[in-house]
């Protein structure tokens, strides 16, 4: 909200904008100093868990590695989609999109490598039964985050214009409203994960909010300008609320499918947030603004049914400790004794001293 202002009234003139931008960069450079000084990686006292292997995800069975396969080539596929549509807006040459193309195959194929690197061996040797999660979990969460928060940068992308359009509006006026969808997120995110914290079930919150998405965009599809300006706007506020708050409640399970495995889980369902926009605006610029929302309502309502069928209650996830297997208590107790004997020594030089 504050680096339009920033562009136009405060550095002003035909390269304000470059100049706003540059600035984002440097306050980013100055807090990643500020977030390294500051930040630790776990409570005084507790063990960092790391995963066993880093160039890749541990699964736990030989199906939940062709799912993890299944799910990473999609990863690249939306790259080369991006790629295409820069090609067909004139950006890039088709020699080099053919180059593109072939660099994002050979990553993809290197990924697959790693995760059959890491994977078979430990598959082979049997995988211990208190170390086991299962996939289709991560699974679920990557779609959910697909429908959400890809929506959210879509719906984002094009709703000044579509506010404009169908209202008769100034680009002013309908920039403030459609920024309406995206100021709630203050509140919406946040309540997600307060609400799958509170509510009992984690995986319940998660379906309605997913339902409530398609509900959501399906009432947005069937906007025109004949609807008071003042529903359009509540509706909107309201598929916002939903959309966001399920990024926040997708961020709440995340941890607890497997705690030593929260980063690389993190990560692969993030990045499905920006397959989703990318995937949902290529389609947009081949359908209506009102097709484009009954498109998104879709793919939230199939997230839905994926999770509906596939996503389960995390174990122990409203326990007052994540739920430790005997590897990673090992690990958190040798932490334990490491301090205990650090404190010890410290006493006994003290008393030395004296």
């Given at each position: 909200?504050?680096?339009?202002?920033?562009?136009?009234?405060?550095?002003?003139?035909?390269?304000?904008?470059?100049?706003?931008?540059?600035?984002?960069?440097?306050?980013?450079f100055v807090y990643g100093i500020i977030y390294y000084l500051c930040v630790r990686d776990t409570p005084e006292g507790k063990a960092l868990v790391k995963p066993k292997k880093t160039s890749a995800l541990e699964v736990s069975s030989w199906?939940?590695?062709?799912?993890?396969?299944?799910?990473?080539?999609?990863?690249?596929?939306?790259?080369?989609?991006?790629?295409?549509?820069?090609?067909?807006?004139?950006?890039?040459?088709?020699?080099a999109l053919y180059i593109i193309y072939a660099v994002i195959l050979l990553v993809v194929i290197y990924q697959i490598y790693n995760i059959l690197i890491v994977n078979i061996p430990?598959?082979?040797?049997?995988?211990?039964?208190?170390?086991?999660?299962?996939?289709?979990?991560?699974?679920?969460?990557?779609?959910?985050?697909?429908?959400?928060?890809?929506?959210?940068?879509?719906?984002?992308?094009?709703?000044?214009?579509?506010?404009q359009l169908t209202f008769s509006l100034t680009?002013?006026?309908?920039?403030?409203?459609?920024?309406?969808?995206?100021?709630?997120n203050l509140i919406a995110r946040p309540l997600g994960g307060v609400l799958s914290d509170r509510m009992g079930s984690r995986r319940n919150v998660m379906l309605v909010?997913?339902?409530?998405?398609?509900?959501?965009?399906?009432?947005m599809g069937l906007m025109n300008s004949s609807w008071p300006l003042v529903l359009a706007i509540a509706i909107t506020v309201l598929t916002s609320m939903f959309i966001q708050g399920a990024e926040g409640a997708t961020f709440a399970v995340i941890?607890?499918?497997?705690?030593?495995?929260?980063?690389?889980?993190?990560?692969?369902?993030?990045?499905?947030?920006?397959?989703?926009?990318?995937?949902?605006?290529?389609?947009?610029?081949?359908?209506?603004?009102?097709?484009?929302f009954f498109i998104l309502a879709s793919g939230a309502f199939v997230s839905f049914l994926i999770c509906y069928?596939?996503?389960?209650?995390?174990?122990?996830?409203?326990a007052d400790e994540y739920?430790?297997?005997?590897?990673?208590?090992?690990?958190?107790?040798?932490?334990d004794a490491t301090l205990a004997n650090q404190t010890l020594e410290k006493k006994a030089l003290a008393k030395k001293a004296q």
């Open positions: 909200m504050l680096l339009p202002w920033f562009a136009l009234t405060l550095l002003g003139g035909d390269n304000g904008w470059r100049y706003a931008l540059a600035l984002t960069g440097v306050i980013c199906g939940d590695l062709v799912q993890l396969i299944f799910w990473t080539i999609p990863l690249g596929g939306a790259l080369a989609v991006s790629a295409w549509r820069l090609e067909g807006l004139g950006f890039i040459s088709n020699e430990r598959l082979k040797q049997g995988v211990p039964e208190e170390d086991k999660y299962k996939f289709k979990n991560v699974g679920a969460l990557n779609s959910t985050y697909f429908a959400n928060f890809g929506a959210e940068l879509a719906i984002i992308s094009m709703l000044p214009m579509f506010f680009a002013a006026q309908a920039g403030l409203i459609a920024a309406s969808f995206a100021f709630v909010y997913m339902f409530g998405i398609s509900i959501g965009l399906v009432l941890p607890m499918i497997k705690k030593r495995l929260t980063g690389q889980i993190a990560g692969m369902s993030g990045a499905y947030g920006n397959v989703g926009a990318t995937i949902y605006l290529t389609l947009y610029t081949f359908v209506t603004p009102q097709q484009f069928f596939t996503l389960e209650e995390p174990k122990n996830s409203f739920y430790l297997t005997d590897a990673e208590r090992q690990q958190q107790a040798d932490v």
